[in-house]
């Protein structure tokens, strides 16, 4: 266990009174009194500006008292053993790596500190442990990019701009879910900073119960500052996006129920159905995500995707970069996700569409925005998944108590008004009420949700089952006896700590930042809705965000 040399109780010697400052700022002068000066962010400068304006959605940007950049694993050391031995005074702060969580407070804080990440995004191949050491604040494409020339890649991401800090502490959905399991099932090795300071290695050998922990548990243990994941050889895989019309719903449904159930047949395929309302076309139609993880063309298992006519299709031989440089979804709107998980059962997967189609006619006579979208996406979680995860040596996720194939649904508004907030939240959480509950009505409710999709109103951590939650709960407590990582920022995560006590909600900052952000965006924020050169399945769906290198 290390701590970094330069840690000292700065903030319990500055003299809060004498400077006249509020304890947020003191926690910001603090850290500016460490070796760390030049990497303490205000908001007067352009570099706190941009860290603030590239989280994925607009209305999670908040306006931090500070924001500071760690370059390596001792600068994270420094700041959380500044922000942590404060005497009196409690320096509340929030962790971000990529900032794709889409509610405000899950990687950002309103008044207090943000430790930016985004600095820390090297990927190191090592070849004789076949492992790539990659740090949290990259994103999953210049990952493969790093790894390509190796003929390497790892399970992550399938979106390119996407996170690696928070996507691997939450699960990890990938194109080779089927194959080797989740993303966190494949991780050799966590770096992580404790609350105390202290640098350790979680693995099979050192600190095990952590390093099972993190694979789900998310932030409730401390700072991960470098993941081993284990590579895969990286074949040329066989994907793209297929558009149909949304009269072929049914056949699509049945297909996905029988491509769920079949899936331990050929792990290699994979398949997201996602049906998307866009303001921009006016259209609502249903595009499929079909990756095969090596290079065969129309592999029999997608048989029953593939023989529905569609409107055009993107199907082409890829690596992985070029795949999730197509899936992407643009950044610089507001967004809601909500999340359930439930048995593999077409009437379940029925109502949620035809619920989808009567939200859109809810939305369209209340609507204030100009570019608004809306998708229901579904994924297959087999029990395969599972059993990959206890091979690997398990994970918190509890999955493996269910004892059948389970297919998840994704409900993912975007729009760019701050006057819809509640209309869009609101229908997002409407719509995962209505389904659990036929759901339960029928039987086929299942209690697991998603962290990494799952929206601040729910409880994912519940989901993963009383063991697991328990295991969590003591882990944190041996890790992180003070419950820094639980309590200290109260105005954060309910939805993915351990809730000890009650939590607060989110301060108004929100919506400070956000009209602040509606004027004066990104210039990518700044674009109409398509994006340079989006292949043609983007132009029939008029999904933003199918280009290039957004997020
Ligand atoms: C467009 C889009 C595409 C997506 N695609 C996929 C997909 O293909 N598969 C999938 O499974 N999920 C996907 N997701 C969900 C994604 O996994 C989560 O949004 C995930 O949190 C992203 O990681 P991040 O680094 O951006 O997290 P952040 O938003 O930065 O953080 C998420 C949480 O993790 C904590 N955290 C972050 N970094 C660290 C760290 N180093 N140590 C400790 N705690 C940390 C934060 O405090 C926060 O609580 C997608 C999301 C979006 C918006």
Not at 9 to 17: C, D, H, K, Y
Not at 478 to 484: A, E, R, S
Not at 517 to 528: D, E, H, K, M
């Amino acid at each position: 266990m290390k701590v970094s040399s330069a840690a000292v109780p700065v903030l319990s010697i500055l003299p809060e009174a004498s400077l006249g400052l509020g304890s947020t700022q003191l926690c910001c002068a603090a850290l500016q009194a460490t070796s760390l000066r030049n990497q303490v962010l205000y908001p007067t400068s352009a570099a706190y500006n941009e860290s603030v304006a590239s989280y994925f959605a607009v209305n999670v940007q908040l306006d931090p008292t500070c924001i500071v950049q760690p370059h390596s694993t001792e600068d994270v050391s420094l700041i959380v053993s500044t922000l942590t031995q404060t005497g009196e005074t409690q320096c509340p702060f929030a962790v971000r790596s990529g900032g794709h969580t889409t509610w405000p407070g899950a990687a950002d804080i309103g008044q207090g500190v943000t430790i930016d990440l985004s600095m820390m995004n090297s990927t190191t191949y090592h070849k004789d442990k076949g492992v790539a050491s990659i740090q949290p604040g990259a994103r999953w494409q210049a990952v493969y990019k790093a790894l390509d020339p190796y003929g390497v890649t790892v399970p992550g991401g399938r979106g390119g701009p996407v996170g690696v800090g928070g996507f691997l502490i939450g699960g990890g959905n990938t194109f080779y879910t089927a194959r080797v399991g989740f993303a966190c099932d494949n991780i050799e090795n966590f770096e992580v900073v404790l609350a105390s300071g202290s640098i350790v290695n979680a693995n099979r050998t050192s600190h095990p119960d952590l390093y099972k922990a993190l694979k789900g548990g998310s932030i409730n243990f401390g700072v991960v500052t470098k993941y081993d994941l284990k590579t895969l050889p990286h074949d040329m895989l066989w994907g793209g996006l297929v558009v149909y019309d949304n009269s072929t719903t049914a056949r699509q449904l049945s297909a996905a129920v029988n491509f769920t159930n079949n899936i331990h047949n050929d792990p290699y395929a994979s398949w997201i159905g996602m049906w998307e309302y866009s303001s921009t076309t006016g259209q609502n139609i249903i595009a499929d995500a079909l990756e095969y993880t090596k290079p065969v063309a129309f592999a029999p298992a997608f048989h029953e995707f593939t023989s529905i006519p569609n409107t055009t299709d993107t199907m082409r031989f890829a690596t992985i970069y070029n795949l999730t440089q197509e899936l992407v979804q643009a950044a610089g709107y507001r967004d809601v996700f909500t999340t359930g998980t439930y048995k593999n059962d077409v009437k379940v997967l029925r109502k949620a569409i035809d619920l989808h189609n009567n939200n859109i006619e809810k939305a369209k006579a209340h609507v204030k925005s100009d570019y608004w979208a809306m998708d229901t996406i579904i994924q297959p979680w087999p029990k395969l998944f599972a059993q990959h995860s206890v091979e690997k040596g398990g994970n918190v996720l509890g999955l493996e108590r269910f004892d059948e194939n389970l297919i998840q649904i994704l409900f993912d508004y975007s729009w760019d008004d701050a006057r819809d907030d509640d209309l869009f939240i609101g229908l997002g959480q409407s719509i995962l009420e209505e389904v659990g509950e036929y759901a339960k009505s029928i039987g086929a409710h299942n209690e697991y949700i998603y962290l990494n999709y799952a929206d601040k109103s729910q409880n994912p951590l519940k989901g993963y089952g009383e063991e697991n939650v328990e295991f969590i709960s003591r882990v944190a407590k041996q890790y992180d006896p003070d419950g820094v990582f639980q309590c200290l920022f109260k105005f954060a995560a309910q939805s993915t700590r351990i809730a000890v006590e009650p939590i607060m909600k989110p301060a108004r900052a929100v919506s400070t930042r956000s009209e602040l952000a509606r004027s004066n965006r990104s210039p990518l924020g700044a674009l109409p809705p398509i994006l340079s050169t989006p292949p043609a399945v983007s132009r029939a769906s008029g999904r933003p965000g199918f280009g290039p290198d957004d997020g």
